[in-house]
């Protein structure tokens, strides 16, 4: 079981910048892969950004080159840095940590979500 602990929404203007936090309850090397998912009203929750264990990256088109992401391995933390934030971008943001292999199967945990809002 992997509990996680985000942190780092808000409020924020047009072209403003937020950074969120996700603390996992394990140590990384145990996750596959974590990352952030966002959800806006009225729609299908999204990628966002993740990365792997062994740092490859995936990304959502629509925020690469404005944000990024980063872990720190011993605090079991992923960063997602926002920059030239949007109004689209606002949506309740999901941390995600993935646990299991091909052989064994994949486990999905989430954090409880923090709401980014962008408007002026």
């Known amino acids: 079981q992997v509990e996680l602990v985000e942190s780092g929404g808000g409020w924020v203007q047009p072209g403003g910048s937020l950074t969120l936090s996700c603390a996992a309850s394990q140590t990384y090397d145990s996750i596959t892969a974590m990352g952030w998912y966002r959800q806006a009203p009225g729609k299908e929750r999204e990628l966002v950004a993740v990365?792997?264990?062994?740092?490859?990256?995936t990304w959502s088109g629509s925020v690469k080159g404005r944000f990024t992401i980063s872990r720190d391995n011993v605090k079991n933390t992923v960063y997602l840095h926002m920059s030239s934030l949007k109004p689209e971008d606002t949506a309740a943001y999901y941390c995600n940590a993935k646990t299991g292999s091909p052989r064994i199967g994949w486990t999905d945990y989430w954090g409880q979500g923090t709401q980014v809002t962008v408007s002026s």
């Open positions: 990365i792997s264990r062994g740092g490859s990256e």
